[in-house]
């Protein structure tokens, strides 16, 4: 007998966590054969800041920046100012 472990990270302003178990335990009770042994439990939540955000959304989503359109695209502008006579 072999087991296997998976990690589910869900990004989102809210997720019910009761109706996320309770779907990964239908799929897996329908796509197993019966007697299949599953454990499916909540392992926490974690909140982020902009920046923080910004790197686990890339690090883990694989999602840049650039991609998302969030990227800081500050131009430094430089005038010149010509002498008064």
Known sequence: MKTFDF???IAGE???TEVVKE???EAIEEGFPHGTLFTCKY???KSYSEQGWKVARSR???ISVE???DSNN???TKEVLEPVA
């Open 74 to 76: 500050a131009k430094l």
């Open 23 to 25: 779907l990964v335990r």
């Open 14 to 16: 809210s997720v019910d």
């Open 67 to 69: 991609a998302a359109g």
């Open 60 to 62: 883990k989503f694989g």
């Open 7 to 9: 990690t589910l990270t």
């Open 43 to 45: 392992g926490g939540s």
